[in-house]
């Protein structure tokens, strides 16, 4: 009867405690519709990732030898080998974003850039505690609000905090709604989140939005040239949705590729929530340097807005600039959501959005960033 | 450690200013392409 109970008996606490991680992530995902399309994969991997001698990992059987693990191996050739999923999900994303209101408002490119500082903030606090820079870094990136990206830069850093980072940026993007209202109230008057912004949107032409993603593509490359697998992937799906000749292409991006590519990056990831990899002080640490990271890109954004407002007549409402995280469409809802609140008549949406999908453009030239500035002080 | 955190205050000078210059580029060059491709 032995081998009908080994398995039980060899579990160990860091295990059980995964269980409950994972059970909390699917838990959630499905009660609390917090990201689900990832939680929900990750939560269960964690739990088929930490089952005493899991088939789902690599494993050596007495007398017959290795045997190979679904989930070890598309995390290698997925993940650490290419990085192919996070990055052929940008593709998605690109076909899924109208960049139509942030062209016609191109000042809210500026809010893009300034609530990124949440990253950078985080790298200093993480090697304050710590970390090696790789890692710091790694863990900074969470602040981008991006959870491919996140994947990404900490994947080519080679951090082996890659589970933790994973979580803590998808769990805090489904928390945007919670974060970033109690963060700009810490920075913003009543009177300041009142100011109207009136929205005259200029009319884009067909030859703009085509051009728009061959030179963001050009720029970002030839400047960071480490951001070009982010953002080139990024501004071809985007391409193929404002091209008008792809349809079905653009579709495929934004429908079945982004969905088959967000089911098997989450159950991918769980590889790296292995009990042995994840139960450790530092998984706590990062989940807190995480959501510093979040304050901070709300706050960075917000004072920005406020400095603009010191030199501009047309005075910004400085949630706005809140808005200039990547996590869309969550964080212009809640600039809205906040608007209103303080105003019932005050619509802010078309501004935020356009800052919002800003963000997505900052957040992976940051990611892109941040890797050529680490690899060179490394080096 | 010290050395560590004056890397990445470096990190953030450097990257600020990165993120800032390339989104101010592509600003400024959306806004002339507005301007030229101007539907009548």
Same mark, same amino acid.
């Given at each position: 009867?032995?081998?009908?109970?080994?398995?039980?008996?060899?579990?160990?606490?860091?295990?059980?405690?995964?269980?409950?991680?994972?059970? $909390?992530? *699917?838990?959630?995902?499905?009660?609390? =519709? !917090?990201? #689900?399309? %990832?939680?929900? @994969?990750?939560? &269960?991997?964690?739990?088929?990732?930490?089952?005493?001698?899991?088939?789902?990992?690599?494993?050596?059987?007495?007398?017959?030898?290795?045997?190979?693990?679904?989930?070890?191996?598309?995390?290698?050739?997925?993940?650490?080998?290419?990085?192919?999923?996070?990055?052929? $999900?940008? *593709?998605?994303?690109?076909?899924?974003? =109208? !960049?139509? #209101?942030? %062209?016609?408002? @191109?000042?809210? &490119?500026?809010?893009?850039?300034?609530?990124?500082?949440?990253?950078?903030?985080?790298?200093?606090?993480?090697?304050?505690?710590?970390?090696?820079?790789?890692?710091?870094?790694?863990?900074?990136?969470?602040?981008?609000?991006?959870?491919?990206?996140?994947?990404?830069?900490?994947? *080519?850093?080679?951090?082996?905090?890659?589970?933790?980072?994973?979580?803590?940026?998808?769990?805090?993007?489904?928390?945007?709604?919670?974060?970033?209202?109690?963060?700009?109230?810490?920075?913003?008057?009543?009177?300041?989140?009142?100011?109207?912004?009136?929205?005259?949107?200029?009319?884009?032409?067909?030859?703009?939005?085509?051009?728009?993603?061959?030179?963001?593509?050009?720029?970002?490359?030839?400047?960071?040239?480490?951001?070009?697998?982010?953002?080139?992937?990024?501004?071809?799906?985007?391409?193929?949705?404002?091209?008008?000749?792809?349809?079905?292409?653009?579709?495929?991006?934004?429908?079945?590729?982004?969905?088959?590519?967000?089911?098997?990056?989450?159950?991918?990831?769980?590889?790296?929530?292995?009990?042995?990899?994840?139960?450790?002080?530092?998984?706590?640490?990062?989940?807190?340097?995480?959501?510093?990271?979040?304050?901070?890109?709300?706050?960075?954004?917000?004072?920005?807005?406020?400095?603009?407002?010191?030199?501009?007549?047309?005075?910004?409402?400085?949630?706005?600039?809140?808005?200039?995280?990547?996590?869309?469409?969550?964080?212009?809802?809640?600039?809205?959501?906040?608007?209103?609140?303080?105003?019932?008549?005050?619509?802010?949406?078309?501004?935020?959005?356009?800052?919002?999908?800003?963000?997505?453009?900052?957040?992976?030239?940051?990611?892109?960033?941040?890797?050529?500035?680490?690899?060179?002080?490394?080096? | 450690?010290?050395?560590?955190?004056?890397?990445?205050?470096?990190?953030?000078?450097?990257?600020?200013?990165?993120?800032?210059?390339?989104?101010?580029?592509?600003?400024?060059?959306?806004?002339?392409?507005?301007?030229?491709?101007?539907?009548?």
């Amino acid at each position: 009867m032995d081998y009908l109970i080994s398995g039980i008996t060899s579990i160990t606490w860091q295990e059980f405690f995964m269980y409950v991680i994972g059970a $909390l992530l *699917i838990y959630l995902a499905i009660c609390k =519709d !917090f990201e #689900p399309a %990832l939680l929900l @994969p990750m939560g &269960f991997g964690a739990i088929l990732v930490n089952l005493p001698a899991s088939g789902v990992l690599d494993q050596t059987l007495e007398g017959i030898g290795k045997t190979n693990g679904i989930i070890e191996w598309l995390f290698h050739v997925g993940i650490e080998a290419s990085e192919a999923l996070p990055i052929l $999900l940008f *593709i998605g994303i690109g076909a899924m974003i =109208d !960049f139509g #209101p942030l %062209l016609s408002n @191109p000042k809210m &490119f500026l809010f893009g850039a300034a609530a990124q500082f949440g990253i950078f903030f985080a790298i200093c606090v993480a090697t304050l505690l710590g970390f090696s820079l790789n890692d710091a870094a790694s863990i900074g990136i969470i602040g981008a609000a991006d959870g491919p990206t996140s994947i990404l830069v900490s994947q *080519i850093l080679k951090s082996k905090y890659i589970g933790a980072i994973a979580v803590a940026a998808y769990s805090y993007m489904a928390l945007v709604p919670i974060i970033q209202p109690a963060a700009i109230k810490l920075v913003t008057t009543k009177k300041e989140r009142m100011i109207r912004m009136p929205y005259n949107p200029k009319s884009i032409s067909k030859t703009t939005r085509i051009l728009f993603p061959i030179i963001v593509t050009f720029i970002a490359g030839l400047v960071a040239p480490q951001s070009v697998s982010l953002v080139g992937f990024l501004m071809f799906g985007n391409l193929l949705r404002e091209c008008n000749v792809l349809k079905s292409l653009s579709e495929t991006a934004q429908n079945e590729l982004a969905n088959l590519i967000t089911l098997l990056l989450g159950i991918t990831i769980s590889f790296s929530m292995r009990a042995e990899a994840f139960v450790n002080i530092s998984t706590l640490l990062i989940m807190c340097i995480g959501l510093i990271a979040f304050i901070f890109d709300t706050i960075g954004g917000v004072l920005f807005a406020k400095l603009l407002n010191l030199f501009s007549k047309q005075k910004i409402n400085p949630m706005i600039g809140a808005a200039g995280i990547s996590a869309f469409p969550m964080s212009a809802r809640v600039v809205q959501k906040m608007s209103l609140k303080e105003d019932p008549t005050n619509h802010l949406l078309m501004h935020a959005i356009g800052a919002n999908v800003s963000g997505q453009i900052g957040s992976v030239v940051a990611g892109g960033i941040v890797l050529k500035l680490v690899s060179d002080l490394i080096h | 450690m010290l050395d560590r955190f004056l890397i990445s205050l470096e990190i953030m000078g450097k990257g600020m200013l990165g993120i800032f210059i390339i989104l101010i580029i592509i600003m400024l060059i959306v806004m002339l392409l507005s301007k030229i491709t101007k539907e009548k």
